[in-house]
């Protein structure tokens, strides 16, 4: 008994941690390569510790400029797509009983369709609009931005619509309805009773619309037109090949994600937190500021949030002072003594092999010794060696 | 008490699709009154209260408050307040911005809503709860919160939709008597629907009952329950003995009815029925089991009955004697409990005695199951 629960306890650890090195580990290693001297990102052999990947991502205009698109373009689509989400989802609510599937599974289809074929016929449709305006290809509807919105919140939206009935689902209707009986108007209901029951939907919807419209790549490479988004400029960029500020591009989002989660996590902790007090609370209490125990105390995602910051700051802080120029000199020094060291070795050991070569072959003079023998380590069976002329005239 | 504002429901017909959930409701509330809606689940209650508060338009007939016409007039404009079977508290505002909700839709003050709310929380004797959300009150807190919510409005009529059924019987009773001096204090009408005939006998100046969409019979708490005016009135307010048979002499009020299984027995016709029934008629005759009592064994005439105690029950102010009949009609006598000695009867025969005005007479028809 004792045995079993111990096998399978230690069999389950090691299924987390290999489950864990397989979602961790390639941005483990990424992280590493930004930070790894060479040109080209790897994380061995490790060279020299360098932030200077880092000012390469910041002096690079492109880059910039596509990180820039990408923040306008995920604003536009939060905005569009989770009020179009707010709405279908509610339209869901409210339709007639017998329509909901028909209208459910109309509204879900966008998720279905291939991006490609949404970014397709994004292009395709506005372009018509567009002309049928009048309008050059310089126009609002046609300049990329306003595409590149639209097309991609027509599925975002829908992703949207999902995060929103799940919590609209849990909304009772008789609130609005108590509302609505105490004097508000439909607007007013809306606004005061259900928009704040669905605000923690709606963060989360736009949390998802952001990430979807950040990582787009496939409707997008259709409709960025005069606005690349970051995606477009790093698969732009790898196709002459890729450096170590990519890394460190990644590293910086994988940071900043953590960040986020961390700051979500300790603002829930901290809710919990207030909500145990308030249990306690006198009715004075109630009345003035709830007391809560400081950040730090019992609340550990804010304590590693803390202690996250404190190290983020430090490294940038040391990164203006940490130069690796000597350590990258002295690599490329001893590379260059290597290096040499090789060719020396090569040359040693060929010098050698005539001179075995000479001994053993000294009773057949009619060799030369000038043309090595080729052998078959050359391709084509040697075909091209310079000696094979010889043999075949024999 | 002031004269506050009457409802009126005209020849009101509200329909879904083919169903007739109201059918020809015609009812006059006093202005002031506690008015009950008394009727088992899915009698159509509730459709009328939606009806009243406006967030149901009826297919026919007219809504009245205070003699105004409601037609085509919303839920925020109508002078009714509604509180909702489940409350409906605003689940992330403080029981005060609960409370004051119809103030800030009316523009007012943080300061002056604030002063309301602690005006309203005295009343309902939840003093300084104010800051609480409405998942930190009791069952019984939140329900004077919503009723305190209700009451800032200011309404001329307020409609209560069964909103004690969710509490235990003990805060239940307690409520009833709070509700009714509540009712007295503001002065305005009160409309109630329940399925609880204690509540509805308890609280009401007047009551409805209600059956499958139609109003059987309207009248004060005595009239219901001593003079019913229909076979359904009779079964399900209160408990009651019934004998089906047919009317075989009239005498001014009175019938004698020949039951199918219980002999010739004597009753009064009820009010809402006089010189309706006719001889040969088929009726229905109830008797309450406390109207029954214990008689010399061997007695007979028309107002007694013969049976056998299958068992008996203690239930504190009573002892119920559970007897079957002739033909095996369950009869069930309730003796109040003064302290007399009681001996266990099981297994015995008995004659039951009752005084004809005691027991009522309508015309057969639909009884409440259970």
């Known amino acids: 008994m004792m045995t079993s629960d111990k096998i399978i306890r230690v069999s389950i650890w090691v299924y987390l941690a290999i489950f864990f090195a397989y979602l961790l580990g390639p941005l483990l290693i990424m992280s590493l390569t930004a930070f790894n001297s060479p040109g080209f990102p790897r994380a061995t052999p490790w060279e020299c510790l360098t932030f200077d990947w880092f000012s390469a991502l910041f002096q690079d205009e492109r880059i910039l400029n596509g990180i820039k698109n990408s923040v306008l373009v995920g604003i536009g689509t939060i905005i569009l797509s989770v009020s179009m989400g707010l709405a279908g989802a509610l339209m869901l609510t409210q339709i007639w009983p017998k329509l909901r599937a028909t209208y459910y599974t109309i509204i879900i289809a966008p998720i279905l369709i291939p991006g490609v074929v949404i970014g397709i016929s994004t292009l395709v449709f506005w372009d018509r609009v567009n002309r049928m305006l009048g309008l050059g290809a310089d126009s609002f509807l046609s300049n990329g931005l306003f595409l590149t919105i639209i097309g991609q919140s027509t599925f975002i939206a829908s992703y949207c619509m999902l995060v929103l009935v799940a919590r609209l689902q849990r909304y009772d209707m008789t609130l609005t309805e108590a509302a609505l009986d105490l004097g508000a108007t439909h607007a007013q209901a809306f606004r005061k009773v259900l928009f704040p029951f669905m605000m923690p939907a709606i963060a989360s919807a736009s949390v998802l619309a952001f990430l979807a419209s950040f990582e787009n790549y496939n409707t997008t490479t259709f409709t960025f037109g005069e606005y690349p988004t970051l995606t477009i400029e790093l698969a732009q960029k790898v196709r002459y090949g890729i450096t170590p500020a990519i890394s460190a591009l990644a590293f910086m989002i994988v940071i900043l994600t953590v960040f986020a989660a961390l700051f979500n996590e300790a603002n829930i902790k901290r809710k919990e937190m207030v909500a145990e007090a308030r249990k306690d609370a006198t009715v004075g209490e109630l009345a003035g500021k709830i007391e809560v125990p400081g950040i730090l105390s019992r609340n550990t995602p804010a304590m590693l949030l803390i202690l996250l910051l404190v190290v983020t700051v430090s490294v940038i802080g040391s990164s203006f002072v940490y130069s690796p120029n000597q350590c990258i000199a002295d690599v490329h020094e001893q590379k260059r003594i290597e290096t040499e060291l090789r060719i020396q070795q090569l040359r040693d050991q060929r010098a050698k092999d005539a001179a075995e070569k000479a001994a053993k072959e000294g009773a057949a003079p009619v060799q030369k010794q000038t043309a090595p023998k080729a052998g078959n380590n050359s391709g084509f069976g040697g075909v091209f060696a310079p000696s094979t002329l010889d043999n075949s005239d024999n | ?370």
């Open chain 2, 1 to 370: 008490m002031s004269a506050g504002v009457g409802v009126d429901l005209e020849n009101l017909w509200i329909r879904f699709g083919d169903f007739v959930a109201v059918r020809d409701a015609n009812v006059n509330i006093k202005g002031g009154d506690f008015f009950s809606f008394l009727g088992p689940s899915g009698c159509g209650k509730t459709t009328i209260l939606r009806a009243v508060s406006g967030f149901l338009e009826p297919s026919e007939g007219n809504v009245l408050i205070g003699g105004n016409n409601m037609k085509g007039i919303g839920p925020n404009k109508r002078p009714t307040a509604l509180i909702f079977q489940n409350l409906a508290l605003f689940p992330l505002m403080k029981v005060w911005e609960n409370i004051t909700f119809s103030m800030e839709i009316a523009g007012a003050s943080a300061r002056d809503r604030r002063k309301r709310a602690d005006e309203l929380l005295d009343m309902i004797a939840l003093s300084g709860q104010g800051d609480k959300l409405p998942s930190e009150l009791s069952g019984g807190q939140r329900q004077r919160v919503a009723i305190a919510r209700a009451l800032c409005a200011e309404p001329d009529v307020l409609l209560l939709d069964e909103p004690l059924s969710a509490l235990d019987l003990k805060l239940r009773q307690h409520m009833r008597t709070e509700l009714r001096e509540i009712q007295k204090r503001v002065g305005i009408t009160f409309i109630y629907i329940t399925h609880d005939q204690g509540e509805a006998l308890t609280m009401s100046d007047d009551i409805a009952v209600m059956r499958a969409g139609v109003i059987d019979q309207i009248g004060d708490g005595k009239a219901i329950y001593n003079d019913p005016a229909t076979a359904f009135a009779a079964s399900f307010v209160g408990e009651n003995n019934v004998f089906r048979g047919k009317v075989s002499k009239l005498s001014g009020n009175e019938a004698l009815i020949s039951t199918n299984r219980s002999g010739d027995l004597l009753a009064r016709i009820s009010t809402a029925n006089h010189g309706k029934l006719k001889v040969g008629d088929d009726a229905m005759m109830f008797i309450r089991p406390e109207a029954l009592s214990l008689a010399t064994s061997g007695s007979t005439g028309d107002n007694f009955v013969t049976a056998k105690v299958t068992h008996e029950e203690f239930e504190g102010n009573t002892f119920n004697i559970f007897t079957e009949g002739d033909g095996g009609k369950e009869i069930k006598v309730s003796i109040p409990n003064l302290g007399q000695s009681f001996d266990d009867h099981t297994g015995q025969p008995i004659t039951l005695e009752y005084e004809a005005s005691n027991a009522v007479v309508v015309p057969a028809g639909e009884l409440a199951n259970e």
